[in-house]
């Protein structure tokens, strides 16, 4: 039993750990990079030129796959073991943070989905029907933009995307709470609730980021057009 307890430990350590040093990093940067498309004069060509910079890393694909697929098959696989042995008390204790935890795993189970369609769509272009069959933006970085606003115009994309951003975002602001709780990081009642009210602000403005760059592949500058500009 010793050992089993253990050996479960190790590995929900782990899964956390995942979700918030290469994933979190890799969310952080993947916003950072979409948001080169919300100038409205040089948005097309800031965005094909980060596209260009990123696959012009050495070894690229030994990098996705060491730092980011590896890590997020593990992530995702232990996060659906985590949900079948879950036994939601919502009904009987509703309190918040129950709540809390089960939308975090309703977001978990969609985030599986979500980011298979996204890699298998954006990375590999391997989904017939769509803008980018055969057409990877990772392997036409000159025609990024172009490629990625032919796919969120598309109503139905551009709702799925939408949910993923929305689901991807409450998963990783809640996710740090429960890694900063769990690893003894925040301590007391007090601190736990303020570091929830940080993770919650830094959720909304991430959300609002992840919009908005999502909206500028359709209309110039986004939802709020060269205001920053």
Not at 154 to 176: E, P, R
């Amino acid at each position: 039993m010793a050992i089993r307890l253990s050996r479960t430990f190790i590995l929900r350590k782990l899964h956390q750990l995942s979700g918030i040093v290469p994933l979190g990093a890799f969310l952080l940067e993947h916003f950072y990079t979409n948001s080169k498309a919300v100038n409205p004069t040089t948005g097309v060509r800031d965005f094909n030129e980060a596209v260009a910079t990123l696959q012009g890393i050495p070894y690229i694909l030994l990098v996705e796959i060491t730092f980011i697929f590896i890590p997020l098959l593990y992530h995702a696989i232990y996060g659906l073991v985590i949900t079948w042995e879950a036994r939601p008390n919502n009904l009987a204790y509703p309190y918040p943070r129950n709540w809390f935890y089960t939308i975090q795993r309703i977001t978990g189970m969609i985030l599986f989905f979500f980011i298979a369609f996204h890699v298998l769509n954006m990375r590999f272009g391997v989904i017939p029907g769509l803008e980018t069959y055969g057409r990877a933006v990772a392997h036409h970085p000159d025609e990024a933009f172009a490629i990625v606003s032919g796919e969120f115009n598309k109503t139905w994309i551009f709702i799925v995307y939408l949910i993923g951003i929305v689901s991807t975002v409450w998963h990783f602001a809640n996710g740090i709470w429960l890694f900063l709780v769990d690893w003894g990081i925040t301590i007391g009642a007090r601190a736990q609730r303020l570091t929830g009210y940080a993770c919650i602000a830094f959720g909304v403005a991430l959300l609002a980021v992840g919009i908005n760059a999502l909206a500028a592949f359709i209309k110039p500058g986004g939802i709020w057009g060269g205001l920053f500009y």
